[in-house]
């Protein structure tokens, strides 16, 4: 028999088990029953509190995002703009960007997720666009339209996401020196400086119990 938890508990509960499942399966393959069964709980409870499939794709992966988005933004804000800006290249860990690109692959499908996923990524954009207009503010580098900058490396570092995660096709090493190259001189910013400035990143923030 289920422990009994209060509404907001449960919820809780359901959502930090899909993502474990999506994290694990992908979105496309994880089940409203896969979920109750991960819960230990009945496939109607589950629709209590999401009646839809889509419903509880969406929910999860603003959960997700959120979870970081708080501490993402301190960094953006808080950090010297360099440092800043070399713990947004970094790479970050593998179960964070399987959900990214799952969702992804689902949101054409799913139009829920695909609106938590357009308006995450425009947020996205906009904390990434502010660290830029700080190094321009510093001097350490330029940028005449920081939001067009910030939308070309957040689609580099997505596509070498992809190629280190997905494929496999470079290791961790290769893809931050690609990220870091490339916002260097877009960005018109001593070559090796992020190397040297880069910051540890927090790698328990996408944690399997998110």
Do not use: K
């Not at 289920?2 to 393959?29: H, N, S, W």
């Not at 029953?33 to 009945?42: F, Q």
């Amino acid at each position: 028999m289920a422990t009994r938890l209060d509404p907001a508990e449960r919820r809780e509960q359901i959502i930090a088990a899909t993502l474990r499942l999506v994290a694990r399966d992908g979105f496309a393959r994880v089940t409203l029953r896969d979920v109750a069964a991960e819960v230990g709980v009945v496939h109607g409870l589950i629709r209590h509190y999401f009646s839809t499939r889509e419903q509880l794709m969406a929910a999860a992966f603003d959960a997700a995002v959120l979870a970081e988005a708080e501490e993402d933004e301190e960094l953006a804000t808080t950090l010297e703009p360099i440092t800043a800006l070399a713990d947004w290249l970094t790479t970050t860990p593998r179960d964070h960007w399987f959900v990214w690109i799952d969702a992804w692959s689902e949101a054409p499908r799913n139009a829920e997720l695909h609106a938590s996923l357009t308006r995450h990524q425009r947020e996205s954009y906009v904390r990434l666009a502010g660290i830029i207009r700080r190094i321009d503010a510093s001097g350490i580098g330029s940028s005449a339209d920081p939001e067009g900058d910030a939308s070309v490396l957040t689609a580099v570092i997505d596509g070498i996401a992809v190629q280190h995660h997905a494929l496999g096709l470079i290791d961790e090493d290769e893809a931050d020196r690609m990220a870091f190259g490339v916002a260097e001189a877009r960005l018109g910013i001593p070559s090796g400086t992020l190397a040297r400035e880069r910051a540890t990143p927090d790698r328990s923030r996408w944690a399997t119990t998110h």
